[in-house]
Structure formats: structure tokens, C-alpha cells
């Protein structure tokens, strides 16, 4: 059974920072791109950051370009966002996904990703 669970999400208080993880199993982790994506209350899928199998390659979207970084170790099976100098706009649902082939630019259409978590709420607000 294919398994992606987040963590790490929360309350924070604009300019701080949290770390989101994504715990996969159930596929061969290390051939898929994973990306995060996220949703904010009343608006539809946005990509954020995509990271190739192999963790060489990665990009973000320009909302968070400069503000966040993903990782990830493939011993592990575990994809990580490190999210600095949030903004009450980051508000939303953090979900990873899974998808086969890395694209530099990530997709919001979910039927584009392969597997899915169930996302991590992350708020930011003072």
C-alpha cells in the first residue's frame, strides 16, 4: 500500500520558519520526483517545489523562491520542506506528491502526480 504522511505542520507567527516531512512507502521512492503543493481555504491546488530521484535538481514556484527549500533522503524515504520568513499567505494545507517524471515546472492539476498524502495544516498568524 502506498503511504505518503506528512508532518510538521502548526501555528506560527509571521517571519518564523517550521520544517514539513513526508514519510513515503509502498513504491521505490527513489525513481519518483516529489514536489509539494498546497491549498489555501477557498483556492484551488498550488505547486510550490519539485526535487528530482536523485535530490540534484530542484525548483520553486516564485510565491516561495528564496523562502523555502526541499530535500529529501532517499535512505530514509523521506521528503522534507524547510519553510523560513512565512507570511500569513502561506496559510494552507501542505500535501507531497508523487510524480514519475521530474518537470523543472510543477503542475496544479492533481491528476498530473502519481500518489498523494493527506496534507499537514500549516497557519501562519500573529
Known amino acids: 500500500e502506498v503511504q505518503l504522511v506528512e508532518s510538521g505542520g502548526g501555528l506560527v507567527q509571521p517571519g518564523g520558519s517550521l520544517r514539513l516531512s513526508c514519510a513515503a512507502s509502498?513504491?521505490?521512492?527513489?525513481?519518483?520526483?516529489m514536489n509539494w503543493v498546497r491549498q489555501a481555504p477557498g483556492k484551488g491546488l498550488e505547486w510550490i517545489s519539485t526535487i528530482n530521484s536523485g535530490g540534484g535538481s530542484s525548483n520553486y514556484a516564485d510565491s516561495v523562491k528564496g523562502r523555502f527549500t526541499i530535500s529529501r533522503d532517499n535512505a530514509k524515504t523521506t521528503v522534507y520542506l524547510q519553510m523560513n520568513n512565512l507570511r500569513p499567505e502561506d496559510t494552507a494545507v501542505y500535501r507531497c506528491?508523487?510524480?514519475?517524471?521530474?518537470?523543472?515546472?510543477?503542475?496544479?492539476?492533481?491528476?498530473?502526480?502519481?500518489?498523494w498524502g493527506q496534507g499537514t495544516q500549516v497557519t501562519v498568524s500573529s
Open positions: 509502498g513504491f521505490t521512492f527513489s525513481s519518483y520526483a
Open positions: 506528491a508523487a510524480r514519475l517524471y521530474y518537470r523543472t515546472t510543477g503542475s496544479d492539476d492533481p491528476s498530473d502526480y502519481d500518489y
